[in-house]
């Protein structure tokens, strides 16, 4: 079911229900135009099932659909534009319009939803809170300078007692964050030590007497990143191929053998001076078993006498 609207809210808009609508001056017209220009009966509107079309009914006036003018007869769709003397009227099916609001609606929250998210990704740096009493709190981005305290001045107001009223400070320039103590009273830990200004990194745990945080942000993501391409399965492969012993191999410089130490030799003796040594051996043998005998022989004949 179509629907006429007039442009500037000079009438109601009007439901195509009934199979015929006349517009004009006249006031017996079903739809009285009193601007100027406009004939006693200007035009015509006929409904047969889906098919609506415009009738031009004056022989003068202006009439024209889309800025086309109408001579006789014309078939309208939704989206048309109709102009009758200097009345303009906008041919429109609410159904569409409804399907086509809700689709902004979608495609807007969809927007939405992506600008959020690409918004969460550039947050270089947040405070993740380890307290049991902060355990339900949102993680605390970090950005530019930001104070924190207990004081309604800071960017993060915290109000514990044990805060000073202006604690510390952290500093965000490009992707180095730092915090700075301002003179607390209970100062201000990082890892368990006391510190007065020093550059944080992931997973350092920050603590204000005794509130903790957990320093996180898209650190995490590049740490991570780097530790997986160092630790890569390809890589490793590669470093151990068999083209990479081969050029080793190749390249390697050629380790010389040492030299050979001589042996020692025992100079042999000459035969003349061998053949001389083994005579007096025998000489000295023939001696001994004379010298032998010899005594045996006197021994005897002592014995007997």
């Not at 004939?39 to 659909?65: C, F, M, Q, R, Y």
Request: aromatic content about 4%.
């Amino acid at each position: 079911m179509l629907q006429l609207r007039f442009t500037g809210n000079t009438k109601p808009p009007m439901w195509l229900v009934a199979p015929k609508y006349t517009f004009g001056s006249h006031h017996d017209c079903d739809c009285v135009l009193t601007q100027r220009n406009i004939e006693p009966l200007h035009a015509e509107i006929s409904v047969e099932g889906d098919v609506i079309s415009l009738i031009k009914t004056a022989t003068n006036g202006i009439l024209s659909v889309n800025n086309i003018p109408v001579t006789k007869e014309i078939a309208l769709q939704p989206g048309d534009k109709i102009t009758i003397g200097t009345v303009f009227i906008q041919v429109v099916d609410p159904k569409q319009e409804s399907a086509k609001k809700a689709m902004l609606t979608s495609t807007e929250a969809t927007q939405m939803r992506t600008a959020e998210s690409t918004a969460s990704d550039d947050i270089l740096w947040q405070l993740r809170p380890l307290n049991t009493t902060l355990a339900k709190s949102e993680n605390i981005a970090l950005a530019g300078s930001m104070l924190l305290g207990r004081s309604k001045e800071c960017d993060i107001c915290i109000p514990a007692t044990h805060l000073s009223r202006k604690h510390a400070k952290f500093t965000v320039i490009g992707e180095i964050l730092t915090v700075e103590d301002l003179n607390s009273s209970n100062g201000t830990f990082v890892n368990g030590a006391r510190i007065e200004y020093v550059t944080l990194k992931y997973g350092d745990e920050i603590g204000f007497d005794t509130l903790k945080f957990r320093v996180e942000g898209a650190s995490q993501k590049e740490e991570v990143t780097t530790l997986r391409s160092a630790l890569d399965d390809t890589q490793i492969r590669q470093a151990v191929t068999p083209e990479h012993i081969q050029r080793r191999a190749t390249t390697a410089p050629v380790r010389k053998a040492p030299p050979a130490r001589p042996k020692a030799t025992v100079a042999a003796k000459p035969i003349r001076q061998a053949s001389q040594d083994s005579q007096g051996d025998g000489i000295k043998l023939l001696v001994g078993a004379a010298i032998v005998i010899g005594t045996v022989a006197f021994l005897a004949w002592f014995l007997l006498n």
